[in-house]
Protein backbone atom coordinates (compact mmCIF):
# COMPACT_ATOMS: atom_id res chain seq x y z
CA UNK A 1 0.00 0.00 0.00
CA UNK A 2 1.15 3.50 -1.27
CA UNK A 3 1.26 5.74 1.86
CA UNK A 4 1.59 9.51 0.89
CA UNK A 5 -0.69 11.53 3.80
CA UNK A 6 -0.67 11.05 7.62
CA UNK A 7 -3.03 12.18 10.30
CA UNK A 8 -1.14 12.44 14.00
CA UNK A 9 -4.29 12.94 16.30
CA UNK A 10 -2.85 14.83 19.29
CA UNK A 11 -0.24 17.25 19.58
CA UNK A 12 1.11 16.54 22.81
CA UNK A 13 4.84 15.77 22.84
CA UNK A 14 4.78 12.33 21.05
CA UNK A 15 1.99 13.56 19.03
CA UNK A 16 4.00 16.75 17.86
CA UNK A 17 7.39 14.80 17.69
CA UNK A 18 6.02 12.03 15.67
CA UNK A 19 4.19 14.40 13.27
CA UNK A 20 7.76 15.74 12.30
CA UNK A 21 9.01 12.84 12.03
CA UNK A 22 6.90 11.86 9.49
CA UNK A 23 7.07 14.96 7.72
CA UNK A 24 11.05 14.88 7.74
CA UNK A 25 10.56 11.56 6.05
CA UNK A 26 8.65 13.30 3.33
CA UNK A 27 4.63 12.63 3.90
CA UNK A 28 2.44 15.13 3.99
CA UNK A 29 0.98 15.53 7.56
CA UNK A 30 -1.86 16.45 9.41
CA UNK A 31 -1.65 17.08 12.92
CA UNK A 32 -5.06 17.34 14.84
CA UNK A 33 -5.66 18.20 18.36
CA UNK A 34 -9.28 19.21 20.06
CA UNK A 35 -7.12 22.50 21.68
CA UNK A 36 -6.21 24.68 19.40
CA UNK A 37 -3.48 26.25 21.93
CA UNK A 38 -1.96 22.66 21.87
CA UNK A 39 -1.33 22.81 18.17
CA UNK A 40 0.21 26.48 18.44
CA UNK A 41 1.91 25.22 20.69
CA UNK A 42 3.24 22.12 19.07
CA UNK A 43 3.83 24.51 15.40
CA UNK A 44 6.10 26.59 17.59
CA UNK A 45 8.64 23.79 19.36
CA UNK A 46 8.47 22.44 16.11
CA UNK A 47 9.92 25.00 14.54
CA UNK A 48 12.35 25.76 17.16
CA UNK A 49 13.75 22.38 17.15
CA UNK A 50 14.33 22.55 13.14
CA UNK A 51 15.88 25.91 13.98
CA UNK A 52 18.21 24.52 15.95
CA UNK A 53 18.70 21.47 13.95
CA UNK A 54 20.02 23.74 11.12
CA UNK A 55 21.89 25.44 13.53
CA UNK A 56 23.60 22.67 14.80
CA UNK A 57 24.51 21.79 10.88
CA UNK A 58 21.90 18.30 11.18
CA UNK A 59 19.64 19.86 8.24
CA UNK A 60 19.53 22.03 5.33
CA UNK A 61 17.29 25.17 6.33
CA UNK A 62 16.01 23.93 3.17
CA UNK A 63 15.01 20.39 3.88
CA UNK A 64 13.98 22.44 6.97
CA UNK A 65 11.46 24.58 5.83
CA UNK A 66 10.28 21.89 3.25
CA UNK A 67 9.39 19.48 6.28
CA UNK A 68 7.76 22.30 8.09
CA UNK A 69 5.50 22.90 4.90
CA UNK A 70 4.54 19.33 4.53
CA UNK A 71 2.78 19.86 8.56
CA UNK A 72 -0.61 20.73 8.20
CA UNK A 73 -2.48 21.70 11.96
CA UNK A 74 -6.22 21.47 12.30
CA UNK A 75 -8.71 21.33 15.11
CA UNK A 76 -11.31 18.96 13.18
CA UNK A 77 -10.70 14.85 13.07
CA UNK A 78 -13.08 14.44 10.33
CA UNK A 79 -11.28 17.27 8.51
CA UNK A 80 -7.51 15.92 8.92
CA UNK A 81 -8.84 12.14 8.09
CA UNK A 82 -11.01 13.23 5.10
CA UNK A 83 -8.17 11.63 2.89
CA UNK A 84 -5.32 9.72 5.05
CA UNK A 85 -3.77 6.63 4.59
CA UNK A 86 -2.16 5.87 7.22
CA UNK A 87 -3.09 7.43 11.42
CA UNK A 88 -1.40 7.54 14.16
CA UNK A 89 -3.00 7.97 17.46
CA UNK A 90 -1.01 10.00 19.88
CA UNK A 91 -4.12 11.16 22.52
CA UNK A 92 -4.10 10.81 26.28
CA UNK A 93 -3.89 7.55 27.65
CA UNK A 94 -7.33 7.06 28.69
CA UNK A 95 -9.65 4.43 27.08
CA UNK A 96 -12.86 6.32 26.40
CA UNK A 97 -11.17 8.39 24.90
CA UNK A 98 -9.34 6.53 22.63
CA UNK A 99 -12.46 4.28 22.10
CA UNK A 100 -14.11 7.72 20.65
CA UNK A 101 -11.26 9.20 18.61
CA UNK A 102 -11.35 5.68 16.57
CA UNK A 103 -15.02 5.57 16.54
CA UNK A 104 -14.87 8.73 14.42
CA UNK A 105 -11.92 7.44 12.52
CA UNK A 106 -14.05 4.56 11.74
CA UNK A 107 -16.46 6.95 9.66
CA UNK A 108 -14.31 9.56 8.33
CA UNK A 109 -10.86 7.93 7.23
CA UNK A 110 -11.11 6.46 4.44
CA UNK A 111 -11.99 2.76 3.70
CA UNK A 112 -8.02 1.68 2.93
CA UNK A 113 -6.64 3.58 5.70
CA UNK A 114 -5.00 2.16 8.59
CA UNK A 115 -5.56 3.52 12.36
CA UNK A 116 -2.38 2.83 14.84
CA UNK A 117 -2.32 4.17 18.09
CA UNK A 118 0.55 5.18 19.71
CA UNK A 119 -0.33 3.95 22.97
CA UNK A 120 2.00 2.19 25.59
CA UNK A 121 -0.03 0.69 27.84
CA UNK A 122 -3.64 0.01 25.93
CA UNK A 123 -3.55 -2.92 23.10
CA UNK A 124 -5.64 -1.78 19.91
CA UNK A 125 -7.73 -5.03 20.51
CA UNK A 126 -9.47 -2.35 22.66
CA UNK A 127 -10.41 -0.03 20.56
CA UNK A 128 -10.49 -1.86 16.90
CA UNK A 129 -14.05 -2.64 17.28
CA UNK A 130 -15.04 0.56 17.11
CA UNK A 131 -13.79 1.35 13.84
CA UNK A 132 -16.11 -1.64 12.05
CA UNK A 133 -12.08 -2.36 10.26
CA UNK A 134 -10.14 -4.42 13.58
CA UNK A 135 -8.12 -5.98 10.94
CA UNK A 136 -6.51 -2.72 10.12
CA UNK A 137 -5.92 -1.83 13.65
CA UNK A 138 -2.36 -2.15 15.24
CA UNK A 139 0.05 -0.43 17.81
CA UNK A 140 2.57 1.64 16.81
CA UNK A 141 4.25 2.75 19.98
CA UNK A 142 7.24 5.56 19.72
CA UNK A 143 9.62 6.75 22.46
CA UNK A 144 10.41 9.56 23.56
CA UNK A 145 11.90 11.77 22.42
CA UNK A 146 9.88 10.38 19.34
CA UNK A 147 12.19 12.69 16.85
CA UNK A 148 15.68 10.79 18.69
CA UNK A 149 14.75 7.73 19.03
CA UNK A 150 15.01 4.63 17.10
CA UNK A 151 12.87 1.68 18.69
CA UNK A 152 9.06 1.95 17.27
CA UNK A 153 7.12 -1.30 18.70
CA UNK A 154 4.39 -2.93 16.16
CA UNK A 155 2.21 -4.43 18.40
CA UNK A 156 -0.55 -6.34 16.41
CA UNK A 157 -4.13 -7.86 17.84
CA UNK A 158 -5.78 -11.20 17.12
CA UNK A 159 -7.49 -9.69 14.22
CA UNK A 160 -4.35 -7.18 12.89
CA UNK A 161 -3.96 -8.68 9.08
CA UNK A 162 -0.51 -9.31 7.89
CA UNK A 163 -0.66 -6.93 5.30
CA UNK A 164 -1.57 -4.08 8.26
CA UNK A 165 2.05 -5.59 10.27
CA UNK A 166 3.73 -5.23 7.00
CA UNK A 167 2.82 -1.58 5.96
CA UNK A 168 3.09 -0.34 9.37
CA UNK A 169 6.73 -1.90 9.70
CA UNK A 170 7.44 -0.52 6.33
CA UNK A 171 6.39 3.18 7.42
CA UNK A 172 8.53 2.83 10.49
CA UNK A 173 11.67 1.91 8.76
CA UNK A 174 10.73 4.59 5.92
CA UNK A 175 11.04 6.94 9.36
CA UNK A 176 14.22 5.85 9.95
CA UNK A 177 13.43 3.91 12.82
CA UNK A 178 14.31 0.31 13.97
CA UNK A 179 10.25 -1.22 14.30
CA UNK A 180 10.31 -4.48 16.54
CA UNK A 181 7.03 -6.98 15.95
CA UNK A 182 5.03 -7.75 19.51
CA UNK A 183 3.36 -10.84 18.10
CA UNK A 184 0.55 -10.65 20.93
CA UNK A 185 -1.00 -7.91 23.40
CA UNK A 186 1.00 -7.68 26.74
CA UNK A 187 0.88 -4.77 29.13
CA UNK A 188 3.82 -2.65 28.61
CA UNK A 189 4.88 -4.52 25.48
CA UNK A 190 8.73 -5.01 25.78
CA UNK A 191 10.92 -1.50 26.42
CA UNK A 192 8.18 -0.20 29.09
CA UNK A 193 8.60 -3.76 30.91
CA UNK A 194 12.35 -3.69 30.91
CA UNK A 195 11.76 0.55 31.80
CA UNK A 196 9.50 -0.33 34.59
CA UNK A 197 11.31 -2.97 36.71
CA UNK A 198 14.44 -0.31 36.99
CA UNK A 199 11.94 2.51 37.63
CA UNK A 200 10.18 0.44 40.81
CA UNK A 201 13.54 -0.56 41.56
CA UNK A 202 14.48 3.22 41.79
CA UNK A 203 11.22 4.31 43.42
CA UNK A 204 11.59 1.09 46.02
CA UNK A 205 15.42 2.72 46.79
CA UNK A 206 14.31 6.32 47.11
CA UNK A 207 11.30 5.56 49.09
CA UNK A 208 13.33 3.27 51.73
CA UNK A 209 15.49 6.25 52.22
CA UNK A 210 18.31 4.04 50.49
CA UNK A 211 19.44 7.06 48.52
CA UNK A 212 18.39 10.40 46.97
CA UNK A 213 17.22 10.72 43.61
CA UNK A 214 19.71 12.29 42.16
CA UNK A 215 22.48 9.56 43.68
CA UNK A 216 20.02 6.76 42.33
CA UNK A 217 20.23 8.68 38.67
CA UNK A 218 23.72 9.17 38.89
CA UNK A 219 24.14 5.19 39.60
CA UNK A 220 22.23 4.71 36.49
CA UNK A 221 24.08 6.55 34.45
CA UNK A 222 27.54 6.07 35.28
CA UNK A 223 27.11 2.39 36.48
CA UNK A 224 25.06 1.23 33.53
CA UNK A 225 25.72 3.70 31.08
CA UNK A 226 22.15 4.66 30.91
CA UNK A 227 21.68 7.70 28.45
CA UNK A 228 19.44 8.92 31.84
CA UNK A 229 18.62 7.93 35.27
CA UNK A 230 14.95 6.87 35.86
CA UNK A 231 14.08 9.72 37.78
CA UNK A 232 15.54 12.44 34.88
CA UNK A 233 13.36 9.70 32.38
CA UNK A 234 10.49 9.96 34.18
CA UNK A 235 10.43 13.81 34.40
CA UNK A 236 10.90 13.65 30.50
CA UNK A 237 7.98 11.60 29.36
CA UNK A 238 5.76 13.33 32.31
CA UNK A 239 4.92 11.78 35.27
CA UNK A 240 1.52 12.61 34.41
CA UNK A 241 2.01 9.62 31.88
CA UNK A 242 3.71 7.35 33.81
CA UNK A 243 1.00 7.23 36.27
CA UNK A 244 -1.59 7.06 34.22
CA UNK A 245 0.19 4.03 32.16
CA UNK A 246 0.04 2.50 35.74
CA UNK A 247 -3.26 2.33 36.34
CA UNK A 248 -4.01 1.33 33.13
CA UNK A 249 -1.59 -1.54 33.50
CA UNK A 250 -3.47 -1.89 37.25
CA UNK A 251 -6.86 -1.77 35.70
CA UNK A 252 -5.66 -4.80 32.89
CA UNK A 253 -4.15 -7.00 35.66
CA UNK A 254 -6.01 -6.19 38.96
CA UNK A 255 -2.53 -7.11 40.34
CA UNK A 256 -1.99 -3.91 43.33
CA UNK A 257 1.99 -4.68 42.96
CA UNK A 258 0.73 -2.63 39.29
CA UNK A 259 -0.32 -0.15 41.27
CA UNK A 260 1.17 3.67 40.36
CA UNK A 261 4.33 4.17 43.68
CA UNK A 262 3.09 6.66 46.45
CA UNK A 263 6.07 8.88 45.36
CA UNK A 264 4.72 8.60 42.11
CA UNK A 265 1.03 9.14 42.80
CA UNK A 266 1.31 12.41 45.46
CA UNK A 267 3.61 14.02 42.22
CA UNK A 268 0.94 13.38 39.84
CA UNK A 269 -2.16 14.57 42.26
CA UNK A 270 -0.08 18.18 42.81
CA UNK A 271 -0.15 18.50 39.76
CA UNK A 272 3.88 18.03 39.40
CA UNK A 273 4.18 16.08 36.08
CA UNK A 274 8.13 16.82 35.25
CA UNK A 275 9.39 19.23 33.02
CA UNK A 276 6.67 19.84 31.16
CA UNK A 277 5.05 21.54 34.41
CA UNK A 278 9.01 23.13 35.21
CA UNK A 279 8.51 20.52 38.67
CA UNK A 280 8.41 17.03 38.95
CA UNK A 281 11.66 14.66 40.62
CA UNK A 282 13.41 17.98 39.84
CA UNK A 283 12.62 21.86 38.94
CA UNK A 284 13.45 23.26 35.71
CA UNK A 285 13.66 26.65 34.25
CA UNK A 286 11.37 28.20 31.61
CA UNK A 287 13.78 26.56 29.25
CA UNK A 288 13.45 23.20 30.18
CA UNK A 289 16.91 23.97 32.10
CA UNK A 290 17.01 21.41 35.61
CA UNK A 291 17.59 24.22 38.39
CA UNK A 292 17.40 21.59 40.94
N1 LIG B 1 13.06 16.43 21.82
C1 LIG B 1 13.69 16.30 20.64
N2 LIG B 1 15.01 16.17 20.53
C2 LIG B 1 15.73 16.19 21.65
C3 LIG B 1 15.15 16.31 22.93
C4 LIG B 1 13.74 16.43 22.98
N3 LIG B 1 13.05 16.54 24.12
N4 LIG B 1 16.11 16.29 23.86
C5 LIG B 1 17.26 16.14 23.21
N5 LIG B 1 17.03 16.08 21.89
C6 LIG B 1 18.02 15.93 20.82
C7 LIG B 1 18.99 17.07 20.81
O1 LIG B 1 18.51 18.11 20.01
C8 LIG B 1 20.21 16.41 20.22
O2 LIG B 1 20.06 16.36 18.82
P1 LIG B 1 21.35 16.42 17.88
O3 LIG B 1 22.12 15.17 18.10
O4 LIG B 1 20.78 16.53 16.51
O5 LIG B 1 22.11 17.63 18.31
C9 LIG B 1 20.15 14.97 20.75
O6 LIG B 1 18.79 14.77 21.13
C10 LIG B 1 21.03 14.77 21.95
O7 LIG B 1 20.65 15.73 22.92
P2 LIG B 1 21.59 16.35 24.02
O8 LIG B 1 23.01 16.34 23.51
O9 LIG B 1 21.02 17.65 24.46
O10 LIG B 1 21.42 15.41 25.28
P3 LIG B 1 21.68 13.86 25.44
O11 LIG B 1 22.85 13.38 24.66
O12 LIG B 1 21.61 13.64 26.90
O13 LIG B 1 20.39 13.18 24.78
C11 LIG B 1 18.30 12.18 25.07
C12 LIG B 1 19.10 13.45 25.21
C13 LIG B 1 18.23 11.75 23.61
C14 LIG B 1 16.90 12.48 25.57
C15 LIG B 1 19.02 11.06 25.91
O14 LIG B 1 19.23 11.53 27.20
C16 LIG B 1 18.25 9.77 25.99
O15 LIG B 1 18.31 8.94 25.08
N6 LIG B 1 17.51 9.59 27.10
C17 LIG B 1 16.71 8.39 27.31
C18 LIG B 1 15.39 8.56 26.63
C19 LIG B 1 14.53 7.36 26.81
O16 LIG B 1 14.85 6.37 27.45
N7 LIG B 1 13.35 7.42 26.18
C20 LIG B 1 12.36 6.36 26.32
C21 LIG B 1 11.32 6.85 27.27
S1 LIG B 1 10.05 5.66 27.49
C22 LIG B 1 8.89 6.07 26.39
O17 LIG B 1 8.96 7.04 25.68
C23 LIG B 1 7.74 5.14 26.31
C24 LIG B 1 6.43 5.83 26.54
O18 LIG B 1 5.44 4.89 26.33
C25 LIG B 1 6.29 6.38 27.92
Redesign the pocket.
Known amino acids: MQINKILVVGAG ?2 GS ?1 IGMVCALAGYQVTIQDVAADMLAAARSQLTD ?1 MD ?2 VV ?1 G ?1 RSRQDAEAALARLTFTTSLEAGAADVDFVIEAATEKLEVKRSIFAALGRAAPEHAILAT ?4 LGSSKVAEETGRPQQVCNM ?9 K ?1 VEVVRHGKTSPDTVDTTMKLARSLGKSPVLIDREIPGFV ?2 RL ?1 GAIRDEALRLYADGIASVSDIDTAAKTALG ?3 GPF ?2 MD ?3 LD ?2 YL ?1 RQATFEETQDPADLPHPALKELYEQGNYG ?1 KTAHGWYRYDQS ?1 TRIQ
Do not use: D, W, Y
Not at 118 to 121: I, K, P, W
Not at 141 to 149: G, K, S, W
Open positions: AMQRSSKRNSSTHFFNPALVMCANMHPMELLVGVSIRG
